[in-house]
């Protein structure tokens, strides 16, 4: 069902008079505009191409960037740079992106104007990239900052840890400092999933954007003020202001999905226990006790650690219970840890452990009396509440928890599941479909072109066969697909079109064209969940992704000067009719 363009519930803005959440499928009003006003920008570099055309005639082109980790953060930024070479990038209406490629997203759209000193962007963030670095004191610096935050999750605790380490910056400028700043760029959709609508009775419900100026459900049409999506609501009333979350919180919720979940415990538990043990964060506590909170609180990271390796625990299992004999928990039940160990088992025991640390250890609560290394920036923030927090979350598995802003709300087409709940978990759309087709299919985007930019692993069509699937699914025009079988290397073009949907030109990221045979050789160099890239990796893989835009370019303007003389048709049969 789809909900009337006129149906708003009118709110207190957060700072200004207007709406803050609206239910309906138009476009707000910032977005309108600024199509509006791109249109002519579009128009002018279409006749750059001798492709004359009017206002009305001109086609909304949407790029899509896939996810893929740091392969899809690169690939975007070459096809993107590469595209302002060839005097494409001033064509493209839309930039929506998943996962890695948002990643991408937030370092170009850092500098108002980017798509007009393309190549000054792109030169920066491979400076940064190549010579940035983020260290151990940083990233608790940040996980200090945000612990206490409501709905603080394992969202953040991944973004400061390994986003960080590979984007290779702690940005912690909000996305709505980017509204006025982007008039000549494409307008920038960022996409995650809402996770408990993810199963087909809701799959009409999952698909969730993030823009400068609104959030919420592409395809349900409920949307937010983006300066209120973190806050909390009932019944369309702000109930508890809070403040945006950050580039850096919402780069780790895009790219939440790098790898099989068990691979991401383990990489995370690690870090958790480098940044413990490796900082010397710990030496200048004052409480008496430090050093048994200490090897309790490393013993369960230990523990975690061994447990994800799939290795024998029972040394630490031996450790843990030594160290807490004769302790209880808050119910007074003891706490002892059991072998065999299951992950239910492990999971319960050291969150009893992590309810009770600071029953046993007070005084490491709010812990130092003299400026130290984890105490020289803030004095609200006792580094083992830090680390406990961690733990929990960690062990209770919570991602991207934020306040549900339809909370409460009567509204007869929205699934009442989704009403009833206080808050809401978002996670990495690519763990449903890994190209953002949705953001883009909304039918007030009015879509006629989408570029496909298909940094994904495995399947290189696996991403236009789900669309295919989801959109039937969904009764959404798709065009068919028709493709070469699975295990031959593809093309480095597909068109797929027909008359009632969007054209989709297709793009592979490593195909038979620029990788000449090696498509697997390439795969190989670049996975998704890795150490950051070289500079001999990051720049190869500019090149072999630009080298795609420069293949296609004769491709892509006469997909476009088709697009427009079908244009032409149906307004002259509207005419004559």
């Known amino acids: 069902m789809r909900l009337s363009n006129s149906v708003v519930w009118n709110t207190n803005r957060m700072d200004s008079p207007g709406r803050v959440v609206r239910l309906g499928h138009s476009l707000n009003e910032a977005e309108r505009q600024h199509v509006s006003n791109r249109r002519a920008t579009v128009q002018q570099c279409l006749q750059k191409h001798n492709i004359p055309c009017s206002l009305d005639e001109v086609p909304n082109i949407a790029v899509l960037g896939s996810g893929g980790g740091e392969r899809a953060m690169i690939g975007l930024l070459g096809s ?187 990489w995370i538990f690690e870090h958790l226990l480098h940044l413990l043990t490796q900082e010397n964060m710990w030496i200048n506590l004052q409480a008496p006790n430090k050093e048994e909170g200490y090897e309790v609180l490393c013993t369960l990271l230990e523990l975690s650690v061994c447990f994800f390796r799939q290795k024998d625990a029972s040394i630490y299992i031996k450790k843990i219970n030594q160290l807490l004999k004769g302790e209880h928990d808050k119910k007074g039940h003891r706490i002892h840890f059991e072998e065999p160990v299951t992950e239910e088992s492990l999971r319960k025991e050291i969150l009893r452990v992590c309810d009770s640390f600071f029953d046993w250890f007070p005084d490491l609560l709010m812990e130092g009396t003299d400026v130290s290394v984890v105490r020289k920036h803030s004095s609200d923030a006792g580094f083992s509440e830090v680390i406990v927090k961690c733990l929990k979350k960690l062990w209770k598995w919570d991602w991207g928890t934020t306040y549900n802003f339809i909370y409460k709300m009567t509204a007869a087409e929205v699934h009442p599941s989704i009403l009833k709940s206080e808050t809401r978990q978002y996670e990495d759309a690519g763990l449903l479909l890994n190209s953002p087709y949705f953001s883009v299919l909304r039918k007030e985007r009015n879509v006629d072109l989408i570029i496909s930019l298909d940094f994904s692993a495995g399947d290189p069509f696996a991403t236009v066969d789900t669309a295919v699937k989801i959109c039937k699914d969904l009764q959404i025009s798709f065009p068919s697909i028709v493709h070469l079988e699975t295990g031959e290397e593809p093309d480095d073009f597909y068109v797929f079109k027909d008359n009632t949907a969007p054209t989709v030109i297709h793009i592979p990221l490593f195909n038979a064209v620029n990788c000449k045979g090696e498509v697997e050789k390439w795969k190989n160099r670049y996975h998704t969940f890795q150490s950051p890239y070289s500079e001999d990796m990051i720049r190869d893989l500019l090149e072999i992704a630009a080298l795609n835009i420069t293949n296609a370019k004769q491709k892509f303007l006469e997909e476009i000067k088709e697009i427009i003389q079908r244009k032409r048709r149906e307004e002259t049969h509207l005419i004559n009719t």
């Open 80 to 266: 993107l740079s590469q595209l302002g070479e060839e005097g494409l990038l001033d064509c493209i209406m839309y930039l929506s992106g998943v996962s890695g490629s948002t990643w991408c997203m937030s370092s170009v759209y850092k500098e108002p104007d980017w798509s007009t000193k393309m190549e000054t962007v792109k030169q920066n963030i491979i400076q940064r990239l190549v010579s940035g670095h983020v260290s151990y004191t940083e990233q608790y610096e940040r996980l200090k900052k945000t612990y206490e935050r409501d709905n603080f999750s394992v969202t953040d605790i991944w973004a400061a840890l390994f986003v960080s380490s590979v984007v290779k910056e702690i940005d912690e400028h909000v996305l709505t400092e980017q509204r006025g700043q982007h008039t000549r760029d494409p307008y920038p959709i960022y996409t995650v999933n809402d996770k408990q609508c993810s199963h087909d009775t809701l799959y009409k419900d999952v698909w969730f954007e993030i823009t400068p100026d609104e959030c919420g459900y592409s395809l349900t049409g409920a949307f937010v003020d983006s300066t209120a999506w973190e806050s909390q609501f009932e019944n369309t009333a702000v109930t508890k202001k809070l403040p945006e979350n950050d580039m850096m919180y919402l780069q780790g919720l895009c790219g939440s999905a790098l790898a099989d979940w068990k691979e991401i415990k383990k």
